[in-house]
């Protein structure tokens, strides 16, 4: 919540403060998902794929977010794919213009048996490129703005290493098979967040691909909601979790959890969002990205980030990673939003007082 008596805080104690609920100056303006794009990478000299492989390039580029953007964040971990590629799955790097992904249909696991999360996990040169991203994000910025590193939930990690199909089918067929899968998986999901703690980030975001629209809120009761709480115990900094899609089925669970904040899409409305979760949990969002951040003017991107503001979202920015076209003046139309909606009601308070 933002309170006029707040004194002027920093982008890092703005964003640690919207993370714990607590009074703000004005409302953080945080990605806890990537804004790169290809403006930006050739207005550093930073581009995908190197961009994703080269810890000095994954810095460089991220850190635009606050030097140029004017976010309250950085978070350096633009793709999903790297725990993947750490275990052993088949990638497709991709170039300036594209996201790396990884090759789902060639899955590296068939069965919960043959799991495994290698010795070299954490020195992997994928898992190793984030962990000195961040050492060096922190040496830059001091605690000047908050750093977020991501790793990703388990049941992502499922998608990617037995592919979509095999792993949805598991969990209809054999839910107990499946949470013994979820519970040998969540290994790497601790191991990775700890290195990034480690390294200097203030808190994770941490993905878990259950979305909307292929898994339903009582899924997400049976096989997600416990682990998630158990994440909150085992990962000593705020997480953040995100989930795309429709999800108000679940939102009353997930603010169940003890997650520090929810990163919400924007197929959900933001006040019936906030009705839901009742100031349990920090939300965190939700600008349309393929319709208005992409394709619309900054006048749309303003009105979305007020109708946010208006219903109390703890938190504004991207609903998700942002398409790597958008423009740089989209992304510029955010924080200042913020900034002239805070101005606003300041000077709408400041006349009811007189």
Excluded at 128 to 141: G, N, Q, T
Excluded at 184 to 208: N, S, Y
Excluded at 234 to 263: K, Q, W, Y
């Amino acid at each position: 919540m933002t309170d006029v008596r707040v004194q002027p805080m920093t982008s890092r104690e703005r964003v640690l403060a919207g993370l714990r609920r607590e009074p703000v100056d004005r409302t953080p303006v945080c990605n806890p998902t990537s804004v790169a794009t290809v403006e930006l990478m050739d207005l550093v000299d930073a581009y995908f794929p190197e961009a994703n492989r080269d810890p000095e390039m994954m810095a460089r580029l991220a850190a635009t977010g606050y030097t140029e953007l004017g976010f309250d964040s950085i978070m350096p971990v633009f793709s999903i794919i790297q725990e993947s590629s750490a275990l052993g799955c088949k990638m497709q790097w991709e170039q300036k213009d594209n996201w790396p992904t990884v090759r789902m249909r060639e899955p590296i696991w068939r069965d919960v048996d043959d799991i495994r999360i290698p010795n070299d996990f954490l020195t992997h040169p994928d898992t190793v490129c984030v962990i000195e991203a961040i050492k060096l994000l922190r040496k830059e910025f001091g605690d000047e703005v908050a750093i977020i590193g991501k790793t990703m939930g388990p049941w992502t990690l499922g998608y990617h290493c037995f592919g979509v199909e095999p792993f949805l089918l598991m969990s209809l067929d054999d839910p107990g098979k499946t949470k013994l899968a979820l519970e040998r998986m969540k290994e790497a999901t601790i191991q990775f967040g700890v290195a990034q703690i480690e390294a200097g980030a203030d808190a994770l975001t941490l993905p878990d691909h259950a979305t909307g629209d292929l898994v339903s809120g009582e899924y997400y009761d049976r096989y997600l909601k416990d682990m998630h709480a158990e994440f909150v115990d085992l990962i000593p900094v705020p997480l953040i979790l995100h989930i795309c899609g429709r999800t108000v089925d679940r939102m009353n669970s997930i603010a169940e959890t003890g997650m520090a904040a929810f990163h919400f899409d924007s197929k959900n409305k933001p006040q019936e969002s906030m009705d839901i979760t009742r100031d349990r949990i920090s939300l965190i969002g939700n600008i349309n990205n393929p319709e208005t951040l992409y394709a619309k003017e900054p006048d749309a991107v303003c009105a979305e980030v007020c109708a946010n503001l208006d219903a109390g979202v703890h938190m504004v920015g991207p609903e998700c990673a942002i398409p790597l076209q958008t423009s740089i003046e989209n992304l510029l139309a955010i924080p200042r939003a913020v900034r002239d909606w805070h101005a606003d009601h300041a000077h709408n308070q400041s006349r009811v007082a007189r």
